[in-house]
């Protein structure tokens, strides 16, 4: 197992994202945060925490479940389904980012603009994940990462929040290869 | 959990994260979003053996808001009418490639029968068979009384429910009993002797024949119909009677408990087991129960229907 990230990586990352996510939007008043549970619902709550503090305004932020809308579902065992909280303006006209903590095959994004799509019509749906480790199964890209990381497809990436885990950090978990 | 049979096959756990989806689906049917693809392409068939409104169309619309496609089977109007057996409908089923069968049938054991058998490989639903259980309405029931009186908690520790009526042909009764004291209700139960069943000492619960010496000290009075149409022997002298002492009505409900609910499964004989100034009062939760019929079943073809056991936390 070998630490990708740090603690203070991590700060420094999501703190650079919330600059780039303000710098393309020209300012956070569109803004709305979709956080996909359940670590990238607390990623989601700690940019907006970071943008308010930046610009001095309340950010939209909510959580977005896609279990419902996986597409392996008669593959694997049900996962538990965890509570989607959409802010009441709606994300009608908004520009929604949506914020995971590992982007992988892409299939959870998929889901999540299917997700989406049954909520409203935004006017743009942008994609921040922590860590982009690569193996692309659908076309789909994030407009924002904390660090890409290269693995073979047996490694597992590990991300581990203070929230849930009680301390901040990204391991590579497996041999490369 | 392949099957759902009965309540005595799950654990605690178990049955408590199926009210946990259930909420989360609850949430789901009240806001923008009435139609989820979770199920898009699964055939679920209704297979109803035995008159029904409620538990139909419940499954029915749970099927739907996933996006199953449904198919209706009565025996009334089907070759069942013609003496087709179980065995025969049954695969004929499977060979129409149904992934689940909802069962609604007046032998006990019908379900565990269909499901126990080499006739069809997908998943059963026990919707009640014979006097034996009702595992779903059981879950909505308790779906409802953790969302009146749980007071934020995942089970119903500390909580007192009364079951009223014919327990003896209630299969509502018997899969309450298991699951509510399962989730660690405490069960009492209140008919004349004559409606209780042989055996009812073993069963998880207290018993009384005093209705109103019970009244004033539950959380939930569950009235149960009294099931005309399986009584073959005088169990009582007569209706009036029977209402005069195991009847719900308003007298009796101001000596309940503050935020005590009323819950009846349905159908309603009115005037006879419960009231109609009862059915209609503020305290009955009796088409809430409903309502919550359908967020329960859908939880319940999510978990059968997507395989496996449940996982705990997220993606």
Not at chain 1, 8 to 24: C, G, M, N, Y
Not at chain 1, 56 to 63: K, L, Q
Not at chain 1, 82 to 99: A, F, K, Q, R
Not at chain 2, 80 to 107: C, N, P, W, Y
Request: glycine share 8%; hydrophobic share 45%; with cysteine.
């Amino acid at each position: 197992m070998s630490v990708a990230l740090s603690a203070p990586d991590i700060k420094r990352a999501l703190t650079r994202i919330s600059h780039e996510i303000l710098e393309k939007n020209q300012g956070a008043s569109s803004i709305v945060l979709l956080g996909i549970p359940t670590r990238g619902a607390h990623l989601a709550q700690r940019i907006a925490s970071i943008i308010s503090e930046i610009e001095g305004v309340e950010i939209s932020c909510g959580t977005l479940d896609i279990t419902l809308f996986r597409d392996d579902l008669r593959l694997r065992a049900p996962k538990a389904i965890m509570p989607t909280t959409i802010p009441p303006s709606g994300v009608e006209n908004c520009d929604v980012i949506l914020v995971d903590d590992v982007l992988f095959s892409g299939r959870t994004i998929r889901s999540a603009l299917d997700a989406l799509g049954e909520i409203g019509r935004p006017r743009t749906v942008q994609l921040a994940a922590l860590v982009d480790r690569g193996h692309r199964e659908l076309p789909i890209k994030a407009d924002f990462v904390g660090k890409n990381l290269p693995t073979s497809k047996s490694q597992s990436v590990r991300v581990l929040l203070s929230e849930i885990d009680g301390r901040d950090e990204v391991s590579i978990e497996g041999e490369a290869g | 959990m392949r099957h759902l049979l009965s309540i005595a096959d799950f654990s605690k756990a178990e049955a408590i994260s199926i009210l946990d989806t259930a909420n989360e689906l609850a949430r789901v049917s009240d806001g923008a979003v009435k139609k989820l693809p979770t199920l898009r392409g699964r055939t679920i068939v209704n297979l109803f053996a035995e008159d029904s409104t409620r538990t139909r169309i419940s499954f029915e619309a749970a099927a739907k808001r996933l996006s199953a496609d449904v198919i209706n089977f009565s025996a009334k109007g089907s070759s069942v009418s013609k003496g087709e057996s179980l065995k025969d409908t049954a695969m004929t089923l499977q060979a129409m490639g149904a992934d689940a069968v909802v069962i609604r049938h007046f032998a006990s054991g019908a379900a565990q029968r269909l499901a126990d058998s080499q006739w069809m490989s997908g998943s059963v639903v026990n919707a009640g068979d014979g006097t034996h259980e009702h595992p779903s309405q059981a879950l909505l029931d308790a779906f409802t009384i953790r969302k009146h009186l749980g007071l934020g908690k995942s089970d119903l520790e500390g909580l007192s429910v009364a079951i009223v009526g014919d327990v003896l042909h209630s299969r509502v009764a018997r899969s309450n009993i298991l699951l509510l004291s399962k989730l660690g209700a405490k069960v009492v139960l209140v008919a004349p002797p004559t409606l209780l069943p042989v055996g009812v000492e073993s069963w998880p619960v207290s018993i009384s024949y005093d209705l109103d010496s019970v009244i004033p000290f539950v959380d939930v009075v569950m009235m149960l119909r009294v099931q005309q149409e399986r009584m073959t022997e005088m169990y009582f002298p007569n209706a009036r009677e029977y209402s005069r002492y195991f009847g719900l009505n308003s007298d009796r409900m101001k000596s309940m408990k503050p935020g005590a609910i009323v819950m009846h499964p349905g159908p309603m004989n009115r005037g006879l087991e419960i009231s109609a100034e009862v059915a209609d009062s503020s305290r009955s939760v009796i088409t809430e129960q409903v309502t919550n019929g359908v967020s329960v079943r859908m939880a319940i073809l999510y978990v059968l229907l997507t395989g496996g056991a449940l996982e705990a936390g997220g993606n």
